[in-house]
């Protein structure tokens, strides 16, 4: 019986930096494996967020209301990329 392939989720922390979180995002979605990425900004001072959901509509995209800083920005994808059920490999 094969072995059914990798599942891999990509949480993406973002503050600005469209030039950096652009070819981010385009190298995550063109793996060979499915990729769910989940972009997390962390409000942002300029307007990578509604260009994100421009050039990446079909992603999730949640848009912290005040900054939050780095962990907690990663770590409010995670409710949404355990969904449907998240493992740890030891």
């Known amino acids: 019986m094969p072995l059914p392939p990798p599942r891999v989720d990509a949480i993406v922390p973002v503050y600005g ?7 981010c995002v385009r ?3 063109a ?3 499915p ?10 001072p300029d307007d990578t ?3 994100i959901a421009t ?8 848009r912290n209301e005040v900054n939050r800083g780095f962990a907690a920005t990663c770590n409010r994808g995670l ?11 030891q």
């Not at 930096?17 to 070819?23: A, L, N, Q």
């Not at 050039?55 to 949640?62: K, Q, R, S, V």
């Not at 409710?79 to 490999?89: A, D, E, F, L």
């Open 55 to 62: 050039a990446f509509p079909d992603l999730t995209l949640i």
């Open 17 to 23: 930096g469209w030039e950096h979180v652009e070819p």
């Open 31 to 33: 793996q060979t494996v």
């Open 35 to 44: 990729v769910r990425v989940i972009i997390v900004d962390d409000c942002g």
């Open 79 to 89: 409710p949404r990329q355990c969904r449907g059920g998240c493992s740890r490999q």
């Open 27 to 29: 190298a995550l979605v």
């Open 49 to 51: 967020a509604d260009r």
